[in-house]
């Protein structure tokens, strides 16, 4: 039986598959696990400039594995603020805590956590088939897993109400209207689209990137005043970089920058 997780690294790109395509990908602690542990090894490793998570088979992930809950449930032993704390936040931490592009590539359902994790990363290119779904309502559940943080700051309090009360299915082209979604491509041209986006980013000044992350995640909820000071503290880094001096000679010498994400 292969890893529920699949790492395929191709120079400074890592591909992390959700791979448990009979189930839809739906979560297992096993697979969460180790889904934390390489997104903690993939942060951590310097040659790694962008990251790409996407499904085996036809879905990107329906979420938590409902089997497993169940039989937990009636043996008494489900506690959910336990479960969410170790099982669910080291993925989402290890997602958003990462300093590189995550690049979601759905391919298609991405349901209850399954959203989640695909609302963690920083952008995001769905196949046409591709949808995400709220299903948290659908169980008696509300959301969890980093998608209550992520849906009302990018789609707005009543848009993000409407969609976690319904539980209603939403296209990768609705998806794209309302901004959750950067890019929407054709099913068959999806992981040629993802590759050739992570190449761009991967090529381009990663530790800067990785910077921006921070920032416009601290942004969200600053004031600005402390905007300005969080941009001029990460500014001071971003222009020690060899990156930064790179960019300044390939721009005066009318040549394109090779960026080294550092
Ligand atoms: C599944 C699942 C699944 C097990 C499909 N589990 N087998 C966090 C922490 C603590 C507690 C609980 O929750 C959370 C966060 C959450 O994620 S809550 C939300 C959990 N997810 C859902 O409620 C979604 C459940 N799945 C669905 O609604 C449908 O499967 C969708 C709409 C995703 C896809 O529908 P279809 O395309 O019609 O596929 P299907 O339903 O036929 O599924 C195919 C197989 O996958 C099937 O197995 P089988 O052996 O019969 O072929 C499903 O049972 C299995 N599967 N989702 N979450």
Redesign the pocket.
């Known amino acids: 039986m292969s890893d529920p997780v699949l790492v395929d690294s191709q120079g400074a790109i890592a591909t992390v598959t959700l791979n448990r395509p009979?189930?839809?990908n739906?979560?297992t602690d096993d697979m969460l696990r180790l889904l934390a542990r390489r997104l903690k090894e993939l942060g951590r490793d310097a040659d790694i400039r962008c990251v790409v998570v996407t499904g085996a088979g036809?879905?990107f992930s329906?979420?938590?594995?409902?089997?497993s809950?169940r039989e937990r449930a009636a043996g008494g032993q489900m506690h959910?603020r336990r479960?969410?704390e170790s099982a669910?936040h080291p993925v989402i931490r290890g997602l958003r805590g990462m300093e590189k592009p995550v690049l979601a590539a759905v391919n298609g359902?991405a349901?209850?956590?399954?959203a989640?994790v695909a609302l963690a990363a920083d952008l995001i290119v769905a196949g046409e088939s591709a949808s995400f779904?709220q299903?948290?309502s659908?169980?008696g559940?509300i959301p969890?897993?980093g998608s209550s943080w992520a849906l009302a700051r990018t789609i707005g309090y009543r848009r993000a109400f409407d969609l976690a009360s319904s539980g209603r299915?939403l296209s990768a082209g609705e998806a794209f209207d309302l901004g959750l979604v950067n890019r929407v491509v054709a099913d068959d041209e999806l992981a040629a689209a993802a590759g050739a986006w992570a190449r761009e980013l991967a090529a381009g000044p990663t530790k800067a990137l990785g910077l921006l992350k921070r920032l416009l995640s601290r942004g969200l909820t600053a004031t600005l005043d402390e905007a300005l000071a969080y941009e001029a503290q990460l500014q001071e880094i971003a222009g020690r970089t060899a990156d930064h001096a790179e960019g300044v000679n390939a721009f005066l010498e009318k040549r394109k920058a090779n960026f080294q994400g550092r």
């Open positions: 009979d189930k839809l739906a979560f036809r879905a329906a979420g938590q594995d409902l089997d809950i959910f479960h969410l669910y359902v349901a209850g956590a399954g989640s779904i299903a948290f659908k169980v559940l969890d897993s299915r």
